[in-house]
T-cell receptor, first 113, second 114 residues
């Protein structure tokens, strides 16, 4: 598509439930990133995928967070047993390998009650 | 790992004035420094970037300067307009053939008053 697409745009869930957030990167972009943006805060790196290489998961805050990227395209970020502190906007970005210019999606706003 | 600090956290200017946002980074291996603008309800969008082999880059009303010795870089916006109001993020990254992880500053909320 023309840009990075994320869904859902808004998700409200109850504490303890699992959630899945989806990212469709720009076609042909081999690099895909997930960032988290808490209210009024900066962008916190979560995970990075590059082609067929092992992902860099160093930013995932706990083992409740996981992500996968199927077929080198669509990525899903899964948060298990959600907590209130997980409430944030989750941003996905994609880019060409080595170019480092990232195109961000509009984000998925997660609210955990 | 890389750590990026950004100042100020908020900035208020009158239309037509200049705005300056400053960032410092910790990892001397970083050699790519982009600036992103985030409007309300949208994802950040790249507005300008600079690589370590140059000290300054301009694009119309915006410019970025880089001091590698001091490990700081700045965004300059001249003749500000109300549509410049947004949150601006700086970032730093080592630029290599493979893995490129951008580390962002905490952001600056710029308000331009008519």
């Amino acid at each position: 598509g023309a840009g990075v697409s994320q869904s859902p745009s808004n998700k409200v869930t109850e504490k303890g439930k699992d959630v899945e957030l989806r990212c469709d990167p720009i076609s042909g972009h081999t690099a895909l990133y997930w960032y988290r943006q808490s209210l009024g805060q900066g962008l916190e790196f979560l995970i990075y995928f590059q082609g067929n290489s092992a992902p860099d998961k160093s930013g995932l805050p706990s083992d409740r967070f996981s992500a996968e990227r199927t077929g080198g395209s669509v990525s899903t970020l899964t948060i298990q047993r959600t907590q209130q502190e997980d409430s944030a906007v989750y941003l996905c970005a994609s880019g060409l390998s080595g170019a480092n210019v990232l195109t961000f999606g509009a984000g998925s706003r997660l609210t955990v009650l | 790992g890389e750590n990026v600090e950004q100042h100020p956290s908020t900035l208020s200017v009158q239309e037509g004035d200049s705005a300056v946002i400053k960032c410092t980074y910790s990892d001397s291996a970083s050699n790519y420094f982009p600036w992103y603008k985030q409007e309300l309800g949208k994802g950040p969008q790249l507005i300008i970037d600079i690589r370590s082999n140059v000290g300054e880059k301009k694009d119309q009303r915006i410019a970025v300067t880089l001091n590698k010795t001091a490990k700081h870089f700045s965004l300059h916006i001249t003749e500000t307009q109300p549509e410049d109001s947004a949150v601006y993020f700086c970032a730093a990254s080592p630029l290599s053939g493979g893995y490129n992880k951008l580390i962002f500053g905490a952001g600056t909320r710029l308000a331009v008053h008519p």
